[in-house]
């Protein structure tokens, strides 16, 4: 029990780091292409506080920590106004993707510093040292799983607004009226997993690519430590 608590003092404040620097950039995207409301509703502080869902930032992910569930999370969700874009067509997309290209930016971020803390070690990390070593490489799993996961073209996440970009006007139109029922789709697909755990849909879908990246990252710190 006392590891298991352990691992949530690591995994959360990563967690938490990753969530508001995601919904910051998509703010400050919004403002940069006209629209202000996240401004004007102070949302684009760093103050964890002003982003944080009880719930979804801290309970879901303490929960999932606790029971060795996949380590993921939410926050409240920061306010754009399609209408007050410069080009709401194009800046929904923009503002979009902001959030999880800031998660791949922290993950590149992350996988620095493990490099320089790792080339720094003249014993293999134990204690705080250890602490330290095991929250980097969280940190990175993290902001990439954090990315590829708000990419899903599946409303509301980031990827539904990216792909009704890409769309034909008419196809967009008539994919925008399916949002209501994104949630539901979500919610079936978890718990397709918790209740078919042997399905193998988390090891085929989302693995091989937060594998892939991650092997990559791991090598910009490898590279930085001396090999």
């Given at each position: 029990m006392?590891?298991?608590?352990?691992?949530?003092?690591?995994?959360?404040?990563?967690?938490?780091?990753?969530?508001?620097f995601?919904?910051?950039?998509?703010g400050?995207?919004?403002?940069?292409?006209?629209d202000p409301t996240?401004?004007?509703?102070?949302?684009?502080s760093?103050?964890?506080?002003?982003?944080?869902?009880?719930v979804?930032?801290?309970l879901?992910p303490?929960?999932?920590?606790?029971v060795?569930?996949?380590?993921f999370?939410?926050?409240?969700p920061?306010?754009?106004?399609k209408?007050?874009?410069?080009?709401?067509?194009f800046?929904?997309?923009a503002?979009?993707?902001?959030?999880?290209?800031?998660?791949?930016?922290?993950?590149?971020?992350?996988?620095?510093?493990?490099?320089?803390?790792?080339g720094?070690?003249?014993?293999?990390?134990?204690?705080v040292a250890?602490?330290?070593?095991?929250?980097l490489h969280y940190?990175?799993?993290?902001?990439?799983?954090?990315?590829?996961?708000?990419?899903?073209?599946?409303?509301?996440?980031?990827g539904s607004?990216?792909?009704?970009?890409?769309l034909?006007r008419?196809?967009?139109?008539?994919?925008?009226?399916?949002?209501?029922?994104?949630m539901?789709?979500f919610?079936g697909?978890?718990a397709?997993t918790w209740i078919f755990?042997?399905?193998?849909l988390?090891?085929?879908v989302?693995?091989p690519?937060?594998e892939?990246?991650?092997?990559?990252y791991?090598g910009?710190?490898?590279?930085?430590?001396?090999?």
């Amino acid at each position: 029990m006392t590891e298991t608590l352990i691992l949530a003092a690591i995994l959360i404040p990563c967690l938490i780091v990753a969530i508001v620097f995601h919904e910051v950039a998509h703010g400050w995207a919004a403002l940069s292409l006209g629209d202000p409301t996240a401004k004007e509703q102070r949302r684009l502080s760093l103050n964890p506080l002003r982003h944080v869902d009880p719930v979804g930032t801290l309970l879901v992910p303490g929960f999932l920590a606790v029971v060795g569930g996949p380590i993921f999370g939410w926050a409240k969700p920061v306010p754009v106004m399609k209408n007050r874009l410069d080009n709401p067509r194009f800046g929904m997309m923009a503002v979009a993707f902001a959030g999880p290209a800031t998660n791949f930016v922290l993950a590149a971020v992350g996988a620095v510093a493990l490099g320089v803390f790792a080339g720094s070690l003249t014993a293999p990390p134990e204690g705080v040292a250890g602490g330290v070593f095991e929250g980097l490489h969280y940190f990175i799993l993290i902001n990439i799983f954090l990315a590829l996961f708000n990419l899903l073209p599946i409303p509301p996440f980031d990827g539904s607004h990216i792909l009704e970009g890409l769309l034909p006007r008419s196809a967009a139109r008539a994919y925008e009226r399916l949002r209501p029922l994104g949630m539901l789709l979500f919610v079936g697909l978890i718990a397709i997993t918790w209740i078919f755990p042997d399905s193998g849909l988390i090891e085929a879908v989302v693995l091989p690519p937060v594998e892939w990246l991650q092997e990559k990252y791991l090598g910009i710190s490898i590279a930085i430590a001396g090999g």
